[in-house]
Protein backbone atom coordinates (compact mmCIF):
# COMPACT_ATOMS: atom_id res chain seq x y z
CA UNK A 1 0.00 0.00 0.00
CA UNK A 2 1.46 3.48 -1.16
CA UNK A 3 2.06 6.29 1.26
CA UNK A 4 -0.70 8.52 0.40
CA UNK A 5 -3.35 5.81 0.52
CA UNK A 6 -2.42 4.94 3.95
CA UNK A 7 -2.53 8.56 4.39
CA UNK A 8 -6.76 8.45 2.96
CA UNK A 9 -7.14 5.52 4.77
CA UNK A 10 -5.93 6.68 8.52
CA UNK A 11 -8.09 10.22 7.83
CA UNK A 12 -11.28 7.73 6.83
CA UNK A 13 -10.86 5.63 9.89
CA UNK A 14 -10.34 8.39 12.05
CA UNK A 15 -13.64 10.71 10.72
CA UNK A 16 -15.66 7.49 11.02
CA UNK A 17 -14.75 6.27 14.61
CA UNK A 18 -14.26 9.22 15.91
CA UNK A 19 -10.88 7.38 17.84
CA UNK A 20 -8.42 5.17 16.62
CA UNK A 21 -6.09 3.47 18.52
CA UNK A 22 -2.08 2.48 17.66
CA UNK A 23 -3.15 -1.24 17.03
CA UNK A 24 -6.09 -0.59 15.38
CA UNK A 25 -4.67 1.68 12.81
CA UNK A 26 -1.45 -1.07 12.55
CA UNK A 27 -4.23 -4.20 11.74
CA UNK A 28 -6.18 -2.05 8.88
CA UNK A 29 -2.81 -0.94 7.09
CA UNK A 30 -0.99 -4.22 7.89
CA UNK A 31 2.60 -1.98 8.57
CA UNK A 32 4.62 -1.69 11.49
CA UNK A 33 3.89 0.92 14.28
CA UNK A 34 6.89 2.75 13.62
CA UNK A 35 5.49 3.04 10.17
CA UNK A 36 2.23 4.30 11.68
CA UNK A 37 3.42 7.31 14.01
CA UNK A 38 5.63 8.14 11.06
CA UNK A 39 2.42 8.61 8.80
CA UNK A 40 0.51 10.31 11.14
CA UNK A 41 3.86 12.95 11.90
CA UNK A 42 3.56 13.28 7.99
CA UNK A 43 -0.19 14.10 7.94
CA UNK A 44 0.24 16.59 10.72
CA UNK A 45 3.38 18.50 9.40
CA UNK A 46 2.95 18.15 5.71
CA UNK A 47 -1.03 18.20 5.49
CA UNK A 48 -1.49 20.26 8.37
CA UNK A 49 -4.21 17.00 9.57
CA UNK A 50 -5.28 18.58 13.03
CA UNK A 51 -4.51 14.53 14.51
CA UNK A 52 -3.86 14.32 17.98
CA UNK A 53 -3.67 11.83 20.63
CA UNK A 54 -6.21 11.27 23.36
CA UNK A 55 -4.81 9.94 26.54
CA UNK A 56 -8.36 9.97 27.90
CA UNK A 57 -9.79 8.05 24.63
CA UNK A 58 -6.50 5.68 24.34
CA UNK A 59 -6.02 6.56 20.92
CA UNK A 60 -5.80 9.56 18.02
CA UNK A 61 -8.49 11.50 17.14
CA UNK A 62 -9.28 15.03 14.97
CA UNK A 63 -8.79 17.70 17.34
CA UNK A 64 -12.01 19.14 18.11
CA UNK A 65 -11.50 23.06 18.42
CA UNK A 66 -9.83 23.14 14.98
CA UNK A 67 -11.98 21.15 13.25
CA UNK A 68 -14.82 23.56 14.05
CA UNK A 69 -12.68 26.71 12.94
CA UNK A 70 -12.38 24.47 9.52
CA UNK A 71 -15.88 24.10 9.66
CA UNK A 72 -16.96 27.25 9.82
CA UNK A 73 -13.87 28.99 7.41
CA UNK A 74 -15.64 26.09 5.25
CA UNK A 75 -12.34 25.03 4.83
CA UNK A 76 -11.35 21.35 4.13
CA UNK A 77 -10.22 19.31 7.70
CA UNK A 78 -6.36 19.66 6.62
CA UNK A 79 -4.48 20.22 3.26
CA UNK A 80 -3.23 17.84 0.38
CA UNK A 81 -2.65 20.64 -1.55
CA UNK A 82 1.30 19.48 -2.04
CA UNK A 83 0.43 16.06 -3.65
CA UNK A 84 -1.44 15.61 -6.72
CA UNK A 85 -2.97 12.30 -8.83
CA UNK A 86 -1.84 10.54 -11.13
CA UNK A 87 -3.07 9.79 -14.04
CA UNK A 88 -5.04 6.82 -12.95
CA UNK A 89 -6.35 8.38 -9.51
CA UNK A 90 -7.40 11.77 -11.72
CA UNK A 91 -9.60 9.49 -14.37
CA UNK A 92 -11.00 7.34 -11.81
CA UNK A 93 -12.01 9.89 -9.30
CA UNK A 94 -13.47 12.19 -11.75
CA UNK A 95 -15.48 9.48 -13.58
CA UNK A 96 -16.39 8.50 -9.83
CA UNK A 97 -17.37 12.03 -8.93
CA UNK A 98 -19.67 12.52 -12.47
CA UNK A 99 -21.17 8.85 -11.78
CA UNK A 100 -21.96 9.20 -7.99
CA UNK A 101 -23.62 12.72 -9.20
CA UNK A 102 -25.73 11.71 -11.70
CA UNK A 103 -27.13 8.72 -8.85
CA UNK A 104 -27.62 11.47 -6.39
CA UNK A 105 -29.67 13.65 -8.81
CA UNK A 106 -32.21 10.68 -9.50
CA UNK A 107 -35.22 10.66 -7.71
CA UNK A 108 -35.92 7.45 -8.77
CA UNK A 109 -33.12 5.57 -7.23
CA UNK A 110 -33.82 4.77 -3.58
CA UNK A 111 -30.36 4.45 -2.72
CA UNK A 112 -29.99 8.08 -3.65
CA UNK A 113 -29.16 9.22 -0.20
CA UNK A 114 -26.24 7.15 -0.11
CA UNK A 115 -24.50 8.17 -3.42
CA UNK A 116 -25.10 11.94 -1.80
CA UNK A 117 -22.97 10.44 1.28
CA UNK A 118 -20.85 9.01 -0.80
CA UNK A 119 -19.80 12.06 -2.89
CA UNK A 120 -19.54 13.77 0.43
CA UNK A 121 -16.90 11.15 1.56
CA UNK A 122 -15.25 11.39 -1.58
CA UNK A 123 -14.56 15.02 -1.29
CA UNK A 124 -13.72 14.87 2.54
CA UNK A 125 -10.85 12.26 1.61
CA UNK A 126 -9.11 14.10 -1.10
CA UNK A 127 -9.81 17.46 0.84
CA UNK A 128 -12.08 19.32 -0.93
CA UNK A 129 -14.67 21.63 0.05
CA UNK A 130 -17.84 21.72 -2.77
CA UNK A 131 -16.29 24.70 -4.33
CA UNK A 132 -13.04 23.01 -5.02
CA UNK A 133 -15.00 19.83 -6.28
CA UNK A 134 -16.95 21.69 -8.56
CA UNK A 135 -13.46 23.78 -10.16
CA UNK A 136 -11.63 20.50 -10.25
CA UNK A 137 -14.02 18.98 -12.36
CA UNK A 138 -14.59 21.92 -14.48
CA UNK A 139 -10.78 21.49 -15.24
CA UNK A 140 -10.94 18.34 -16.25
CA UNK A 141 -12.75 16.57 -19.15
CA UNK A 142 -12.31 13.24 -20.08
CA UNK A 143 -13.82 12.68 -24.09
CA UNK A 144 -13.26 8.74 -24.47
CA UNK A 145 -12.17 6.09 -21.90
CA UNK A 146 -9.30 4.72 -24.39
CA UNK A 147 -6.59 3.07 -23.09
CA UNK A 148 -3.75 5.43 -22.38
CA UNK A 149 -0.50 6.07 -23.58
CA UNK A 150 3.35 5.78 -21.33
CA UNK A 151 2.42 8.49 -18.85
CA UNK A 152 4.41 11.92 -18.83
CA UNK A 153 6.77 12.25 -16.32
CA UNK A 154 5.43 16.31 -15.81
CA UNK A 155 1.89 14.73 -15.40
CA UNK A 156 2.18 15.71 -11.47
CA UNK A 157 3.72 19.58 -12.15
CA UNK A 158 0.83 20.49 -14.82
CA UNK A 159 -1.54 19.24 -12.28
CA UNK A 160 0.06 21.47 -9.66
CA UNK A 161 -0.21 24.33 -11.86
CA UNK A 162 -3.46 23.81 -13.00
CA UNK A 163 -4.82 23.05 -9.19
CA UNK A 164 -3.10 26.41 -7.78
CA UNK A 165 -3.73 28.71 -10.64
CA UNK A 166 0.11 29.20 -11.32
CA UNK A 167 1.96 29.46 -14.83
CA UNK A 168 4.35 27.37 -16.35
CA UNK A 169 7.89 27.51 -18.08
CA UNK A 170 7.68 24.81 -20.74
CA UNK A 171 9.85 23.35 -23.62
CA UNK A 172 7.23 22.19 -26.25
CA UNK A 173 8.10 19.73 -29.30
CA UNK A 174 5.43 17.74 -30.54
CA UNK A 175 7.91 16.54 -33.41
CA UNK A 176 11.64 16.39 -33.65
CA UNK A 177 13.20 19.53 -34.56
CA UNK A 178 10.18 22.16 -34.03
CA UNK A 179 10.98 23.18 -30.37
CA UNK A 180 9.34 26.16 -28.74
CA UNK A 181 9.73 27.88 -25.61
CA UNK A 182 6.46 28.80 -24.01
CA UNK A 183 5.23 30.51 -20.92
CA UNK A 184 1.73 29.40 -19.93
CA UNK A 185 -1.33 29.27 -17.97
CA UNK A 186 -2.72 26.16 -17.83
CA UNK A 187 -6.65 26.88 -17.93
CA UNK A 188 -8.05 22.61 -18.56
CA UNK A 189 -7.03 18.60 -18.70
CA UNK A 190 -8.46 17.13 -21.35
CA UNK A 191 -8.19 13.11 -21.71
CA UNK A 192 -9.06 12.25 -25.53
CA UNK A 193 -8.54 8.83 -27.79
CA UNK A 194 -5.99 7.86 -25.32
CA UNK A 195 -3.92 10.59 -24.82
CA UNK A 196 -3.35 13.88 -22.47
CA UNK A 197 -3.80 17.62 -23.37
CA UNK A 198 -3.49 20.85 -21.81
CA UNK A 199 -5.36 23.73 -23.18
CA UNK A 200 -3.16 26.58 -21.99
CA UNK A 201 -2.87 30.63 -22.67
CA UNK A 202 0.40 31.48 -23.92
CA UNK A 203 1.66 34.49 -23.38
CA UNK A 204 3.81 34.91 -26.15
CA UNK A 205 1.33 34.15 -28.81
CA UNK A 206 -1.33 36.27 -26.41
CA UNK A 207 -3.87 33.35 -27.26
CA UNK A 208 -5.82 30.10 -25.90
CA UNK A 209 -4.02 26.60 -27.44
CA UNK A 210 -3.74 23.04 -26.71
CA UNK A 211 -0.36 21.27 -25.89
CA UNK A 212 -0.21 17.34 -25.89
CA UNK A 213 1.57 16.44 -22.60
CA UNK A 214 3.88 13.55 -24.58
CA UNK A 215 5.31 16.75 -26.46
CA UNK A 216 6.43 18.49 -23.10
CA UNK A 217 9.99 18.14 -23.31
CA UNK A 218 10.70 20.53 -20.30
CA UNK A 219 8.56 21.63 -17.47
CA UNK A 220 9.15 24.23 -14.48
CA UNK A 221 6.85 25.90 -11.77
CA UNK A 222 6.70 29.54 -12.01
CA UNK A 223 5.68 32.06 -8.86
CA UNK A 224 3.79 33.90 -11.13
CA UNK A 225 0.03 33.78 -10.80
CA UNK A 226 -2.14 32.68 -13.84
CA UNK A 227 -4.41 34.23 -16.20
CA UNK A 228 -7.44 31.85 -15.35
CA UNK A 229 -10.69 31.33 -17.27
CA UNK A 230 -13.93 30.46 -15.59
CA UNK A 231 -17.72 29.18 -16.27
CA UNK A 232 -18.76 29.75 -19.84
CA UNK A 233 -15.27 31.10 -20.51
CA UNK A 234 -13.71 28.22 -20.08
CA UNK A 235 -16.15 26.13 -21.97
CA UNK A 236 -15.50 27.96 -25.00
CA UNK A 237 -12.29 25.68 -25.40
CA UNK A 238 -13.90 23.15 -26.58
CA UNK A 239 -13.61 24.68 -30.28
CA UNK A 240 -9.80 23.22 -29.32
CA UNK A 241 -10.67 20.15 -29.31
CA UNK A 242 -13.58 20.34 -32.15
CA UNK A 243 -14.73 17.65 -33.80
CA UNK A 244 -12.21 15.61 -36.15
CA UNK A 245 -14.88 13.06 -38.00
CA UNK A 246 -14.32 12.61 -41.73
CA UNK A 247 -17.29 14.54 -42.82
CA UNK A 248 -16.66 18.17 -40.87
CA UNK A 249 -12.99 18.27 -41.70
CA UNK A 250 -12.53 15.79 -44.57
CA UNK A 251 -8.40 15.04 -43.79
CA UNK A 252 -8.03 11.44 -43.24
CA UNK A 253 -4.55 9.56 -43.37
CA UNK A 254 -4.46 6.11 -45.17
CA UNK A 255 -1.33 4.20 -42.89
CA UNK A 256 0.17 0.88 -44.21
CA UNK A 257 1.95 -1.43 -41.50
CA UNK A 258 3.77 -4.30 -41.93
CA UNK A 259 3.64 -7.78 -40.79
CA UNK A 260 6.23 -6.82 -37.92
CA UNK A 261 3.62 -4.24 -36.07
CA UNK A 262 0.44 -5.25 -37.46
CA UNK A 263 -0.64 -6.77 -34.30
CA UNK A 264 0.16 -4.09 -31.83
CA UNK A 265 -0.96 -1.27 -34.32
CA UNK A 266 -4.05 -2.73 -34.42
CA UNK A 267 -4.26 -2.08 -30.94
CA UNK A 268 -3.50 1.45 -30.54
CA UNK A 269 -6.51 3.82 -30.81
CA UNK A 270 -5.94 7.26 -32.97
CA UNK A 271 -8.97 8.18 -33.59
CA UNK A 272 -12.77 7.31 -32.36
CA UNK A 273 -13.44 7.16 -35.88
CA UNK A 274 -10.58 5.58 -37.21
CA UNK A 275 -11.09 1.83 -39.61
CA UNK A 276 -8.84 -0.64 -40.77
CA UNK A 277 -8.71 -3.66 -42.53
CA UNK A 278 -5.79 -6.50 -43.64
CA UNK A 279 -4.00 -6.51 -46.71
CA UNK A 280 -2.34 -10.06 -46.41
CA UNK A 281 0.10 -9.46 -43.42
CA UNK A 282 -0.21 -5.94 -43.24
CA UNK A 283 -2.67 -3.47 -41.46
CA UNK A 284 -4.20 -0.47 -43.32
CA UNK A 285 -5.69 1.84 -41.13
CA UNK A 286 -7.93 4.95 -42.31
CA UNK A 287 -7.63 7.63 -39.69
CA UNK A 288 -9.20 11.57 -39.48
CA UNK A 289 -7.14 13.85 -38.41
CA UNK A 290 -7.25 17.67 -37.63
CA UNK A 291 -3.32 18.35 -36.12
CA UNK A 292 -1.00 17.71 -38.70
CA UNK A 293 2.16 17.89 -36.46
CA UNK A 294 0.84 15.82 -33.51
CA UNK A 295 -0.23 13.47 -36.53
CA UNK A 296 3.41 13.21 -37.91
CA UNK A 297 4.86 12.79 -34.58
CA UNK A 298 2.64 9.92 -33.75
CA UNK A 299 3.54 8.37 -37.16
CA UNK A 300 6.90 8.30 -36.62
CA UNK A 301 7.56 6.54 -33.39
CA UNK A 302 6.73 3.48 -36.12
CA UNK A 303 9.69 3.83 -37.57
CA UNK A 304 10.11 2.06 -40.82
CA UNK A 305 7.17 -0.44 -40.03
CA UNK A 306 4.45 2.29 -41.37
CA UNK A 307 4.03 3.90 -44.55
CA UNK A 308 1.24 7.52 -45.49
CA UNK A 309 -0.31 6.33 -48.51
CA UNK A 310 -2.23 9.45 -48.15
CA UNK A 311 -2.68 12.17 -48.17
CA UNK A 312 0.33 13.49 -50.26
CA UNK A 313 0.24 17.04 -47.68
CA UNK A 314 1.17 14.69 -45.02
CA UNK A 315 3.74 12.15 -47.13
CA UNK A 316 5.68 15.50 -47.91
CA UNK A 317 5.31 16.73 -44.34
CA UNK A 318 7.07 13.36 -43.05
CA UNK A 319 9.83 13.85 -45.78
CA UNK A 320 10.34 17.14 -44.87
CA UNK A 321 10.29 16.75 -40.77
CA UNK A 322 12.85 13.15 -41.85
CA UNK A 323 14.87 15.64 -43.21
CA UNK A 324 15.48 18.14 -40.65
CA UNK A 325 16.00 15.46 -38.37
CA UNK A 326 18.52 13.40 -40.73
CA UNK A 327 20.58 16.92 -41.00
CA UNK A 328 21.16 16.63 -37.09
CA UNK A 329 23.44 13.93 -37.51
CA UNK A 330 24.95 14.64 -40.60
Not at 86 to 105: H, K, P, T
Not at 131 to 160: M, N
Request: aromatic share 8%.
Amino acid sequence: MRESERFLLIDQIIAEKGVASLQELQTVLQVSAITVKRDLRKMREKMDAPIVYSRERRGYCYDVNRTRLVTQSETPRFSNKRYWYSEDELQAWVAGMRSYERLAQDGESWRRDEWVKLLGRMRTLFGLTDERTAELLSRVKIFEPFPRQEPSRFFPVVGSALCEHRRLQTAYEPVAGQRELLEVSPQRLVFRAGLWYLDVYSYQERQYRTLLLTGLTDVSLLPNEGHLLCGEELARLDRLHADTSLESKGQKAELIFDEDVSSSAALEVWHPQQTARKIRQRLSLTVPYENEDEMVGRILKWGSHVEVRSPLELRRKICTTLEQILSLYR
